[in-house]
């Protein structure tokens, strides 16, 4: 199983909503990651995990809580959104501590519309 | 914050030519990478060059590092109008926590 998988794909949610990314992988990876990204233009790193500690935060605003109940699962907890965070949010993972030696795995994205 | 400059941003070619795709860099780099995507989905990572490489090859692919200029290219031979997508490379530095830097991507277009 070489895939990591989002829920949901899409998601529209008001400004004051709470809700939630999520992102599985199984291929026994140690470093997840979070991106976001904006129509054409390059994903953007906000958060990595390494063995389900958070290790980089790339200066995210607290309106993007990360979250790692275990090796396995990476969430993102999202509430009191700003329109300027619609985008593209994808999960990746890689093996190892940090990511960089070898190749990432990305799932397929969350499209988040913030209305 | 954004590592590397592609060019070019947008590449039209026909089926069957070949297309070359440049990536410049700023800072020391471990290794290189190069990914592709399609149509907003995610991204799909194509091959590694590390830094004391100078030239890769995985089928249709061949990537060359250049670390004195700090470039990088992609070339894609006989290419297929499923190759369209946008490429983009990614920068490694372990000092950085070993973080994926993107590059502005390439916009590819084959036509049949």
New interface residues.
Partial sequence: DTE?TQTPKHLVMGMTNKKSLKCEQHMGHRAMYWYK?K?K?????MF?YSYEKL??NESVPSRFSPECPNSSLLNLHLHALQPEDSA?Y?C?SSQGR????????????T?LTVV | SQQGEEDPQALSIQEGENATMNCSYKTSINNLQWYRQNSGRGLVHLILIRSNEREKHSGRLRVTLDTSKKSSSLLITASRAADTASYFCATVNYNQGGKLIFGQGTELSVKP
Avoid: M, Y
């Fill in positions: 990591v990204q129509a233009k390059p994903p953007e790193l990595v290790s980089i593209l994808l990746a940090g990511q960089g030696n070898t190749e990432a795995f990305f799932g397929q994205g499209r």
